[in-house]
C-alpha cells in the first residue's frame, strides 16, 4: 500500500486545528507524568496510604505508558490513527475522571493506568497524524520541533501547575484539569482531524508479537521502576529482569521468523533509524537527570517549596520553546544529523556545568545551566523523531513514532533507576567521609538517618552540622549523577553523528529492503 493510497480519502483537515487538537493531547499525557509529584502528600492525608502506596500513582501511570507505547503505535496503523486517536483520548478523559471523583487509593490507581494506557496510544498516534496532515517535509519538521518542544514543557509545567492547584483547589484538580482540555480536543479532533486509511487493516494481527511485545516492555518497566525501592536484588525485580530479557529474545525471534510481523524489523537495518532510536534512550536518559535530580536538589538542598521549584525550571521550558521551531527549521534545511550532534553538545555541556553546583550556588549562577541545557534539547529531540521517521514509510509511521517515544521513555525509566543508584551511592560514601570526624558511637546512626533524609535525635551533634553533612553528601551524589548524565550525552552524540545521514530520505531504506520482498501482515 503506498502513502497516497493511504491518505486517499483527500481530507487532511484544517491543519491549525489539528495541530491544536493534538498538542493539548500530547501536552495532558506528558504533563500526567510530573504533575501529581506535588500533590502525594495530600493524597496520602486524604486517602490514608503510605509512601508505598503514593509510590504506586506515579508508577501506575509510567509503567503503562512505557509499556504499551509500542503496542500503542501498532493500533493506530492496524485501525486507523484518526480512529485509535479518538478513542484513546475518550478513555484518557474517562481515567482522569476516575481520578478526580476516587473515594479511595486502589480507584485512584486504575483511573491513573487508564490515563497511562490512554497516553501510550496518544503520543505516537500523535506524531503519525502529523505526517499524514504535513506531507511537506520541512512543514513536517517545524511541526514536529513544537511537538518535541510541548514534551519537556509539560514535564516541566508539571511541578508549577500542580503546586498551584493543590494549593488553591485541592490534589483532585491535579486531574480534573484534563477534563475540560480533553473534552476540547475531542471536539476539535471529530471536526478537524485527517482520515487516513489503515494502513494495516485486513492483515491478520501479529498475536504473539503483541503478547511478547506487552510482557518484556511491562516486565522491564517494572523491574526499572521498582528496582530503587525494593532493591535490585529483590525476587520480584530479579523476576521481572529475567522475564523481560527471555520474551524479549522470543520477541525478536517472532518478528524475524513470524509470518505476521507486529514491526518491521528491517528498519534496523537502516543505521539512520537505528542510530535514531540510540539517540531518542540517551535523551529520555539525560532528561531523567535534570527534572528528577534538580527537583530534589533544590528542595532538600536549596530549601524550596515545591512551586518554587517548578518555577526554577522556566528557563529550561522558555529555551524549549524558542529552541524548537528554530531547530525544526535547521532539520528542514539541513536535515537531521547537526543539529542532533549540536542539542546533544549543548546538553552535556549543561550537565557538566550542574555538576558543579553546591550547598551555597545561586539561582543567579544556575538558571544558564537550565537554559543552556533545555537548548540542547530542544534542538536533539525534534533532529532525532525526524530522522527515524525519515526512514519509515507512511504506513507504518504509528509503529515507528512509538518505537521512537518508547526508547526516549524507557531511557527515562533507565536513567532515574541507574543514575538514582550512582547518586544514592555517591551520597553514602560522602556521609560516610564526613561522619568520620563524628564520635565513633552515633556514626553509623548518623549515616544511616541522613541516608534517608532524616536528622537523627540525641547523637550530641549540632543540627547545622548535620544539614551540613547532609547537603554535602547530596551535592556529591548529584555530582557523579550529572557526570553520569554528561558522559552518555556524548556517546549519543558520537553515535548519532556516525550513523545518522545529513539528509535522510523519506522511508528510503525501509522501501528498498522492501523491494520485490512479500507484503507483510501485522
Known amino acids: 500500500m503506498t502513502a497516497e493510497s493511504v491518505t486517499s480519502t483527500g481530507e487532511r483537515g484544517n491543519q491549525a486545528a489539528t495541530v491544536v487538537t ?219 529482569g529475567a522475564l523481560a530479557v527471555v520474551a524479549f529474545a522470543a520477541f525478536i525471534t517472532v518478528e524475524q521468523r513470524g509470518e505476521h510481523r507486529m514491526l518491521p524489523v528491517r528498519l534496523f537495518r537502516s543505521g539512520t533509524f537505528s542510530g535514531a532510536i540510540v539517540v531518542a534512550f540517551v535523551v529520555g536518559f539525560a532528561l531523567s537527570s535534570l527534572f528528577f535530580f534538580l527537583s530534589l536538589w533544590f528542595q532538600q538542598v536549596q530549601g524550596y517549596s515545591e512551586v518554587a521549584t517548578g518555577f526554577a525550571f522556566v528557563p529550561a521550558a522558555l529555551a524549549m520553546v524558542v529552541g524548537s521551531p528554530l531547530a525544526g527549521r535547521l532539520i528542514g534545511k539541513a536535515g537531521p544529523r547537526w543539529p542532533m550532534l549540536g542539542g546533544l553538545t549543548l546538553s552535556a555541556a549543561g550537565l557538566f556545568l550542574l555538576a558543579t553546583l553546591d550547598a551555597d550556588s545561586s539561582y543567579a549562577w544556575t538558571w544558564w545551566m537550565l537554559a543552556l541545557f533545555g537548548l540542547g534539547v530542544s534542538a536533539s529531540i525534534p533532529a532525532t523523531n525526524s530522522a527515524a521517521l525519515s526512514q519509515v514509510s507512511t504506513e507504518r509511521s504509528g509503529a515507528g513514532s512509538a518505537t521512537v517515544e518508547s526508547a526516549q521513555q524507557f531511557g527515562l525509566v533507565f536513567g532515574i533507576a541507574v543514575l538514582g543508584t550512582v547518586q544514592a551511592s555517591g551520597v553514602t560514601r560522602k556521609l560516610q567521609e564526613e561522619a568520620a570526624v563524628l564520635p565513633e558511637r552515633v556514626r553509623e546512626r548518623v549515616v544511616d538517618a541522613l541516608a534517608h533524609q532524616k536528622l537523627p535525635d540525641g547523637t550530641g551533634v549540632a543540627t547545622s552540622t548535620l544539614e551540613r553533612i547532609s547537603s554535602l553528601a547530596f551535592s556529591h551524589g548529584l555530582h557523579l549523577a550529572f557526570l553520569a548524565a554528561a558522559a552518555t550525552a556524548v556517546f549519543g552524540a558520537v553515535v548519532g553523528v556516525c550513523t545518522v545521514r545529513a539528509r535522510g530520505t523519506v522511508a528510503q531504506d525501509e522501501r528498498g529492503a522492501a523491494a520485490g520482498a512479500e507484503p507483510e501482515a501485522v
Request: net charge neutral.
Open 22 to 240: 493534538l498538542f493539548i493531547a500530547v501536552f495532558l499525557a506528558m504533563l500526567d507524568l510530573s504533575v501529581v509529584n506535588v500533590a502525594l502528600p495530600a493524597i496520602g492525608s486524604d486517602l490514608g496510604t503510605g509512601l508505598s502506596g503514593l509510590q504506586w500513582v506515579i508508577d501506575s501511570y509510567t509503567l503503562a505508558f512505557a509499556g504499551l507505547l509500542l503496542i500503542g503505535g501498532l493500533l493506530g496503523d492496524r485501525f486507523g490513527q484518526r480512529k485509535s486517536f479518538m478513542g484513546s483520548m475518550v478513555l484518557f478523559v474517562a481515567g482522569a475522571a476516575l481520578c478526580t471523583f476516587a473515594p479511595s487509593l486502589p480507584v485512584l490507581l486504575i483511573g491513573r493506568a487508564v490515563q497511562g494506557l490512554a497516553a501510550a496510544v496518544l503520543v505516537p498516534g500523535s506524531l503519525s497524524l502529523i505526517v499524514h496532515a504535513f506531507p511537506d517535509a520541512g512543514a513536517r519538521a517545524k511541526v514536529i520541533g513544537a511537538w518535541s518542544s510541548l514534551n519537556g514543557v509539560a514535564v516541566a509545567a508539571g511541578p508549577v501547575l500542580g503546586g498551584w492547584l493543590v494549593g488553591t483547589v485541592g490534589w483532585p484538580a491535579v486531574f480534573a484539569v484534563n477534563l475540560p482540555l480533553g473534552v476540547i480536543a475531542l471536539v476539535l479532533g471529530a471536526r478537524a482531524l485527517p482520515r487516513p486509511l489503515p494502513s494495516l487493516a485486513g492483515q491478520r494481527l501479529d498475536v504473539p508479537g503483541l503478547v511478547l511485545g506487552l510482557v518484556w516492555s511491562t516486565a522491564l518497566a517494572f523491574a526499572l521502576i521498582e528496582g530503587g525501592s525494593l532493591g535490585w536484588t529483590s525476587p520480584a525485580v530479579l523476576g521481572a
